[in-house]
């Protein structure tokens, strides 16, 4: 049996050939591709393109009594057995939909010409079909891989019908369907002069997304980190709710658009005070709950558009943000909405995540946050934020309340400042800032000195506490720094008469 299977892998040289892909309706390009390098690598392709012909069956030969007789050609036979080696390989690579409509070929160039005559014809009447979805596919929720998978799977079709696709075209098709975070890349391939393979492509779109996710992982660890602390900066404009028609047409909203830079002072803004110089962590305000910046540095900060400040807005049906960094958790926008402003304009939502205010009571929820770098205010929308955190407010003239709506308790309080109702400044700092530090704290804080020590350190800074020193106080910490030894353990013995027992310390 080994001397057999010897034998007959070395007379047929595509015995063995694997072939991962039969012949289905909708791969013929990739079968073609295995099949003809699998022919030609045996140098047996002249059997399915007709180039070697076959000989004639017979041949005459002079009898011994000089007559001429026919016999069976011997090459016929070797072209006969070599063809049908062919052919086996073939049929053995179709589906069964496929081979029952060449099983009666009786050669292999009567099986290859009908297999491409029938996938001819078919990839022929898609040509133009498939075109026109290259021109309109678009990457959208696919990876990079999956996307030029698609792309190329697109062209070979075309390929397949005789008239292959130049690979700029398919570079241009590719490049077409890519969202704007690609734009830098874009950008990049098109400015070069000389011509991008697809590979090159491929190769610099992959590094590109890894390097987005990459900064968006690190991007959420670091607004997990800070909440909702840390220098923000104003980008621009735009006071509006989401349409949900089409985005040509105007939406629901008002306000204008506009985009604000900063100025050249690289100083900081503190977020609480609005005064440029410090930051919020060195502001003495930021203590203070009812405090409200000034109107001339409310006006210079907004100038500058770094207006940080949340505003309630009754006419919001969402809430919106032009910084990304006050939302605790978000994602990638994905949907097709729009913000419109009173003048039809659209600003696109890049972003949609949630955030948490802080409140001496408790904590309010922002959902479905909407992310619009275009946006000039922060909104939250009255009927989401009263909706999503089971209360109700009360607008007066000069300020506001959040109050719940079972207990009827005020959860937050905020001030009318230029006709815009603001909610308070950092009010998670204010939650930590509610206990006053006692003088035992103060005590330990500055190292355990003697009391007079304490008690000018704090008059002199003019520093907050709860109570005034009291001298009877003992500190365990100091009592036990200052001994010398261990204590001495307790002892059983019992004395019933004087000096029975005497205790020396030497």
Known sequence: MAGSSSSTASTNPLFGVQVSEKLTK???????????????????????TGATAAPSMEIEKTASDKTMEKIVNPAYQEWFASDQQVLGFLLSTLSRDILTQVATASTAAQAWQQVCAMFTAQTKARSLNVRLTLTNTQKGNMSISEYCGKMKALADEIASSGKPLDEEDLVAYVLNGLDDDFEPVVSAIVARNESTTMVEVYSQLHNFENRQALRQAHASANAAARGRGGFQRGRGGGRGTRGRSNPAAPGRGRGTGGNQTRGGNDRPICQVCLKRGHVAAECWHRYDETYVPDERSAAAAAAYGIDTNWYLDTGATDHITNELDKLDVWEKYKGGDKIHTASGAGMEIKHIGDSVIHTPTRELH????????????NLISAHRLAMDNFAFLEVHSNYFLIKDRATRNTILKGRC???LYSLPTSPAKQVHAATTPSFSRWHSRLGHPA?????????????PCSTVANKDSICDACQKGKSHQLPYPKSSSVSSQPLELIFSDV
């Open 451 to 463: 009391v007079p020590i304490v008690t000018r350190v704090l008059s002199k800074n003019n520093l």
């Open 366 to 377: 922002l959902k479905n946050i909407l992310h619009v770098p275009q946006a000039k205010k």
């Open 417 to 419: 400042r230029r006709r």
């Open 26 to 48: 909708g791969n013929y390009a990739l079968w073609s591709a295995q099949v003809l390098a699998a022919i030609r690598g045996a140098r047996l392709d002249g059997h399915i």
